[in-house]
């Protein structure tokens, strides 16, 4: 264990230029190309098996131990969002309108340094180390279950994997037996009313007042539908209507995300929003459209190797606080690993001790403090090794 720490404080700063590499040249959700090419070769470089292309953009690296034993995967995302970069530094985005403003360039580099120093142990490893490169985890239907499709978990038997959180300070590791992440869920409704004057409402059907009252009355589902005890969020985040100002508008666009930790709950919520939606058109003598998609599913920790993560934590130095946290209402879809093998998805605090603010994840001025991926390879690192030493 000591040797993979003081292998890790080695590799740091080539851990740090890969980040600010991957940070400089950035790639969108399903057109990633050059960085899976990257990280390809960065594995073969130190003399892992290598499957490129896996699930289409995917990469498969893995390290067999020179003794028997089990299996254990780790996954980092790599694509990037379509943000215009605020920052000024001078690892800054090099592609107008992407940038890495979720934190993925250093799950990368996190990995991938961690597979250089657990290759260097490979003689005093027991089992097999699955190194998960995923495309794609910002846009549906996602990396992971094509991934999985194409048989990157055949012959594991636990997962671990982390997301760095700017909102979260330094130092700590944030875990959670259960739901972790909710199931992202999209919604579009268009309502068709009749057009009309301004100044004749009763000769119109008019959209906007029934797409308001919608927005409106659609929060009573959470208040009043759903149990207190079970949580949930329902976000409309575009209306669209109209073209002047004197014009009854005779179409509505509403598009919104609904958030869910509760498979029941999940199947509620879209079947309300429906029936909310067909009494408000039907009571004006209305018409509507309703488009509903689901999203990921919710991540959901397995108990034993969520508790096993913490205690792993509990030794490394650079962790101040190990503690349980509250659901994120964001959605991940590690849930697909982790509905095929046990395993568990933890938060590592990457927020800078001098910041009095981190600006939130996808936003233009996202950034972390880089030492938080020394952290998350370090308890991914001793978890892989207790694990494979002690099952």
Not at 246 to 274: C, M, P, W, Y
Not at 320 to 341: I, R, S, T, W
Not at 344 to 358: L, Q, V, Y
Request: hydrophobic share 40%.
């Amino acid at each position: 264990m000591e040797k993979l720490l003081l292998l890790l404080d080695r590799y740091y700063e080539e851990m740090v230029s890969i980040r600010r590499y991957l940070h400089a040249n950035p790639e969108l959700s399903f057109q990633e190309v050059h960085t899976p090419q990257y990280i390809a070769n960065f594995h073969r470089e130190i003399g892992l098996e290598v499957r490129e292309g896996v699930g289409g953009r995917g990469v498969v690296a893995t390290l067999r131990g020179a003794k028997p034993g089990k299996t254990v995967a780790l996954r980092a995302d790599f694509d990037a969002l379509p943000i215009q970069e605020e920052n000024d530094i001078p690892y800054k985005s090099k592609v107008d309108g992407v940038m890495h403003a979720c934190g993925h360039d250093g799950h990368t580099a996190t990995l991938l340094i961690l597979a250089k120093a657990l290759y260097e142990m490979r003689e005093e490893i027991s089992g097999n180390i699955v190194f998960i490169h995923q495309f794609a985890e910002e846009v549906l239907p996602g990396g992971a279950k094509p991934m999985i499709e194409d048989g990157c978990l055949d012959g594991v038997d636990v997962i671990f994997g982390t997301h760095l959180w700017a909102p979260t300070p330094l130092g700590e590791i944030h875990v959670k037996s259960g739901a972790i992440m909710a199931a992202p869920d999209m919604f579009e409704v268009t309502i068709h009313g009749k057009g009309g004057h301004g100044a004749e409402p009763h000769n119109a059907i008019d959209s906007i007042v029934l797409g308001a009252q919608y927005v409106s009355q659609l929060q009573t589902i959470i208040s009043r539908r759903i149990s207190p005890l079970k949580q949930a969020v329902i976000t409309v985040g575009q209306f669209e209507a109209g073209k002047a100002y004197n014009i009854i508008s005779e179409k509505a666009t509403l598009k919104g995300t609904v958030r869910t930790l509760d498979e029941k709950v999940r199947n509620q919520i879209e079947k309300e929003l429906e029936s909310l939606l067909k009494a408000i058109c039907d009571g004006a003598n209305a018409t509507y459209e309703f488009k509903y998609t689901r999203g990921y599913p919710a991540v959901v920790n397995h108990p034993d190797e969520t508790a096993f993560l913490a205690d792993i934590a509990k030794a490394i130095s650079e962790v101040n606080q190990v503690k349980e946290c509250e659901p994120l209402m964001v959605g991940e879809d590690f849930a697909y690993y982790l509905q095929k093998v046990p395993g568990t998805f933890f938060i590592t605090g990457a927020k800078h001790p001098d910041w009095e603010t981190a600006y939130p994840h996808h936003h233009p001025k996202f950034n972390f403090d880089e030492r938080a991926m020394l952290i998350a390879a370090k308890t991914m690192g001793l978890a892989t090794l207790t694990y494979l030493e002690n099952r």
